[in-house]
């Protein structure tokens, strides 16, 4: 059975800390890995990495992937309260177009 | 529309009752999803549909739960008899092309919140 783990379920931190959101992996024929951030409505698409190594950045996010090991994480500089949010990580294999998730970390950043 | 609509936003039934959810997906997407997230959880898949025809339903948990889009475009979801663990947010996605491109992704519309008294 596909599964995603996501690590912390949640965190709790000051303004201007770094995190680092933890997603791994366990699904046959593996496609993409994707990361969606969700504020109490529609999850927004952040990254999706195919590729092992190459990291993916925007703003202060930035990620990257680990096909061996199979793992990914979602790191976040210099956090502000605007950042608080539950992180998804979902997977898509290369049969079909669904999405299966992980539960989510939910991250909040005290001012 | 510039986005995934779903309405209502949020309904509330009580158990045994059928309720109706609605996905209005970006114009021109031909592909469309349904996920059901329970609270504290990520979302689970429950069907997809290429143009109107509805390609996985795997994800469905019971005959109580139909889906449709017969035009192509909008789609409804419907529970019969609801019951209370059918308690969740019901999310449509939706994306350009079938199948999804290697580097396409889904956009999810803001989800009906069912609460199932």
């Known amino acids: 059975e596909d599964k995603v783990v996501q690590s912390p379920l949640s965190l709790v931190v000051h303004e201007g800390d770094t995190v680092t959101l933890n997603c791994s992996y366990e699904v046959t024929n593996f496609r993409s890995l994707l990361w969606y951030k969700q504020e109490k409505k529609a999850p927004t698409f952040l990254f999706m990495l195919t590729s092992s190594g190459i990291e993916k950045k925007s703003g202060r996010l930035s990620s990257i992937l680990d096909k061996k090991e199979l793992f990914s994480i979602l790191n976040i500089t210099a956090t502000q309260t605007g950042d608080s949010a539950v992180y998804l990580c979902?997977?898509?294999?290369?049969?079909?177009?669904?999405?299966?998730f992980g539960e989510g970390t939910q991250l909040t950043v005290n001012p | 529309g510039a986005g995934v609509s779903q309405s209502p936003r949020y309904k509330v039934a009580k158990r045994g009752q059928d309720v109706a959810l609605r996905c209005d997906p970006i114009s021109g997407h031909v592909s469309l999803f349904w996920y059901q997230q329970a609270l504290g959880q990520g979302p689970e898949f429950l069907t997809y549909f290429q143009n109107e025809a509805q390609l996985d339903k795997s994800g469905l948990p019971s005959d109580r739960f139909f889906a449709e889009r017969p035009e192509g475009s909008v789609s409804t979801l419907k529970i019969q008899r609801t019951q209370q663990e059918d308690s969740a947010v019901y999310l449509c996605?939706?994306?350009?092309?079938?199948?999804?491109?290697?580097?396409?992704?889904?956009?999810f519309g803001p989800g009906t919140r069912l609460l199932v008294l």
């Open positions: 996605a939706s994306s350009f092309r079938a199948p999804l491109g290697v580097q396409e992704t889904q956009y």
């Open positions: 979902a997977v898509r294999k290369t049969s079909g177009s669904r999405l299966t």
